[in-house]
Nanobody, 127 residues
Framework: EVQLVESGGGLVLAGGSLRLSCAAS????????IGWLRQAPGKEREGVSC????????YYADSVKGRFTIAFDNTENTVYLQMNNLKPEDTAVYYC????????????????????WGQGTQVTVSS
């Protein structure tokens, strides 16, 4: 069974940093693309970043480029999202999700692309 468990969320001041973790079980990252997506209150779920299983290419939403970094740790079967220079508008529940196929360059930030989801972790950035 594919399972994803996020951790690392919390409350941080604007300008601060957090590192989110997504621990995977039931599969390896050789088989799945991984994305980080978020949902703020009253807003649609949106893609933040994704990483391709085929070549390790990474993609980011314009709103987080230069501030967020996605990375695999294959030894830990974990994907991380390093978030720096956080802004109040980054406040949301953050989810990691897995997709077995698909073109990450085209669909990687589309929430409908993903088959398996974690339970989410809350990130709150105060001004």
């Amino acid at each position: 069974e594919v399972q994803l468990v996020e951790s690392g969320g919390g409350l941080v001041l604007a300008g601060g940093s957090l590192r989110l973790s997504c621990a995977a079980s039931g599969f390896t990252f050789d088989d799945y693309n991984i994305g980080w997506l978020r949902q703020a209150p009253g807003k649609e779920r949106e893609g933040v970043s994704c990483i391709s299983r085929s070549d390790g290419s990474t993609y980011y939403a314009d709103s987080v480029k230069g501030r967020f970094t996605i990375a695999f740790d294959n030894t830990e079967n974990t994907v991380y999202l390093q978030m720096n220079n956080l802004k109040p508008e980054d406040t949301a529940v953050y989810y990691c999700a897995a997709d077995r196929g698909g073109n990450m360059r085209v669909y990687g930030l589309d929430p409908y692309e993903y088959e398996h989801w974690g339970q989410g972790t809350q990130v709150t950035v105060s001004s």
